[in-house]
C-alpha cells in the first residue's frame, strides 16, 4: 500500500508541478497582457491628442468658413446695390437720349416742313427771275 501511496503522491507533485507551470505560464501571459495594456493606454493618449489637435483644427476652420460665407455674402450685398445704382443710372441717361432723339426728331420733320416751303419759295422766285430776264431781254432788243 506503501507503493499506492507513494504513486498517488508522486502523481500529485507531477500534477502540482504541472500547475506550477501553468501558473507560471498564466502569471507570463498576464504579464504581457499588461504590457500590452501599457502599449494601447499609450497609444489611445497619442489618438487623444490627435483628437484634440484635429477637434480644434475642425473649429477653426469653421470659423475660418463663417468668416468667409459673410465676407462673400457682404460683396454680394455690395454688388447688388451697384448693379441697382447702374441699372438707374442707365435708365436715366437712356431717359435722356430718347429726350434727345423725340426733340431731334422733331427738328428734322420741322427742317423738312422749311426745306419744302423754302423749295417751293424757291421756285417761285426762279420763275420770277426768268420772267424779269425775258421782259429785259425784250425791252433790250427794242
Known amino acids: 500500500m506503501e507503493n499506492q501511496v507513494l504513486d498517488i503522491l508522486q502523481q500529485i507533485m507531477h500534477d502540482v508541478q504541472g500547475l506550477k507551470h501553468d501558473i507560471n505560464d498564466l502569471k507570463q501571459d498576464m504579464q504581457n497582457m499588461k504590457q500590452e495594456m501599457q502599449v494601447m493606454k499609450q497609444e489611445m493618449q497619442v489618438m487623444k491628442q490627435d483628437i484634440a489637435k484635429n477637434a ?21 450685398e455690395q454688388t447688388d446695390r451697384q448693379i441697382a445704382e447702374l441699372k438707374d443710372e442707365l435708365n436715366k441717361r437712356m431717359d435722356v437720349i430718347e429726350a434727345v432723339v423725340k426733340n431731334i426728331s422733331q427738328d428734322v420733320k420741322q427742317n423738312q416742313k422749311n426745306f419744302f416751303a423754302l423749295a417751293e419759295i424757291t421756285g417761285i422766285h426762279e420763275m420770277e427771275i426768268k420772267v424779269i430776264k425775258k421782259e429785259l431781254a425784250l425791252a433790250l432788243a427794242e
Open 56 to 76: 480644434t483644427l475642425i473649429e477653426e476652420n469653421n470659423r475660418k468658413l463663417q468668416l468667409l460665407a459673410e465676407i462673400q455674402k457682404a460683396h454680394r
